[in-house]
């Protein structure tokens, strides 16, 4: 289970990159499967990046398929996971690990220790700032020795701590960081952050597609002259 | 043969292709510019033939041949044309004629692929790209790269000349002469500006047959649409940019496409694969790195794979240039500056000289160290 490791309310605590790894294996997950599905977003989102496409279109399309790949990733190693989309929130799960992964959007300090913790580029609805409510609660409530209820009512995907794959595309990488977020603000962003787990950020996709080299083969051999 | 006599088209040739005026022959042969104009008029049947050999640097033979085969201004695709005058044209013209007898010679003594360029000029309103699509499915070339333009056109049939170093105020024309499709180009360009000529003569010779000489900007126009298409297919480039493009990647796309970085933006914009912004931005930036007068890194200049194999040829079967020229009644020089750059080029830089060497002169003891024939 996913969880602070004194079951105590803390500062955030923010992963290194070169630590990343080990701290995944409480997810089950690698520091290649997160880089797999970011790479599979950025090479989709690149492919709808040029003109013909809504300009919204490409975040979307990144969004989508980076959480598309995350699932697979996490299927293929058949570790409890299942696909959580109750009330239309789309996340990877798993009870066993009481843990359900989203993939959002943060900005220009995501994947580093910087002045400040990272935030999200767009104000979160209800059912974020539920989710991040019941990390708190849990975080608390650990705390106090009250362990949340396991209300047979609420689906699975809703009972496990929701934590962020958060992604931030630069010109030349995409930065990425797996973190746990504790509060909302009255701007919709989250405030607060119990773990950041930093990673190392992936190489943003070539925009051209390999060159084969039987390209240039329009010449034949023949002599063209004679006698 | 019996005794030849006096040409007085051929003298306006040779005078022609000097660049010289009347006056500047008669004041060089000692007379007045009225004996020229009647020496050319035909009105004098003895002219004094050594003087003009002198002052002109063509042989007697030549003053004493049969008309030669004559290309009007009206039938050639020129460009730059505005800022010539009728002086430097005339002068480019009569360089077509030697070019028209010295491939008559190569038709009469060797085989050659004939020609073998479908006709576009039907109907007239046929979008160039249209056409450069259908070229591309014609010549299997489908939406791969063309790797040498040069020896494809040469092998269906178009023959393909260089204009000499002093000729080069233009960049390229092209012409019919009956069913044989001539280019002459301006060698002492980029790589990638000649490969974009001879795509652009290629449209006019394909599609522009039936109005050929009427020059117009829409024509030209069509022409560069044409190159453009031929040389960089659209739907290749679709599937080619996977994602956003930065310049770096042009270098990279420019290389495969063998064009200049400059027609490559160009075109990256009109497929609207890039932005108008980025267009601008990437024209200057291109701009200071001296691309739009140059191609830093660019490919290797393609050599003509009809006179190569002809050279070869040539050199065995005993021939020399001064040979040739002889049977042609030109100065060697001439057929020298019709092939160079194009079976002999010049090494880069330093070594520019304004002279053309020998093509069939022994390339175990070459006059010019720094040039070097093409492979």
Known sequence: MVQPADHQVEVVRVVPPDDAAEHLKDFGLTVEMLHRSIEAGDNKRNQVSQEYYPLTYRGVVMWAETLAELRRQLLKISDGYEIGRTANYETIYCVK??????????????????????????????????????????????????????????????????????????????????????????????GGWQKRILLPPVAISGATAPVNPDDYLDDGNDNIVSR | MGQRSFNPTRLTLARQRNGFTKQHLADLCGVSRRAVTAWESGDVDNPPLEALVTSLGFPLSFFLSDDPPLISRESIAFRALSTMTARQLDRILATTTFALELSDWIN????????????????????PAVAAESLRSIWGLHERPVNQLLPLLERNGVRVFSLPIEDREVDAFSFWRDTEPYIFLNTGKTAERIRFDLAHELAHLLMHRQVVGQKSRSLEQDAQTFASNLLIPADALYAQVVGRLRLGDVFKLK???????????????????????????????LSQQGFRSSEPGGIHPEASRLFKELLRLLREDGWSTHRIASELNIPAREINGMVFGLAIAPAPANARTSQQPDLLMDTRKPPFPALSVIK
């Open chain 1, 97 to 190: 690990r009481n843990v359900a992964l989203a993939v959002v959007a943060g900005d220009s300090m995501v994947g580093t220790k910087g002045s400040r913790d990272p935030r999200l580029t767009r104000k979160r609805g209800i059912k974020t700032t539920e989710r991040v409510t019941r990390n708190a609660r849990y975080i608390y409530q650990q705390g106090e020795l009250f362990p949340l209820p396991k209300n047979k009512e609420i689906p699975e995907d809703e009972t496990c701590l929701t934590w962020f794959l958060m992604v931030r595309p630069t010109s030349k990488e995409v930065r990425l960081e797996l973190s746990w977020p504790l509060s909302i603000d009255d701007d919709g962003l989250v």
């Open chain 2, 108 to 127: 009469e003594n060797y085989k050659t692929p004939r020609p073998n360029l479908p006709d576009f000029s039907e109907p007239d309103d046929l979008l």
């Open chain 2, 255 to 285: 290389r495969y496409w063998r064009v200049s970085a400059v027609a490559l933006v160009h075109r990256l914009a009109q497929l609207a694969i890039i932005s108008e912004w980025h267009y601008r931005t990437w024209m200057i930036e």
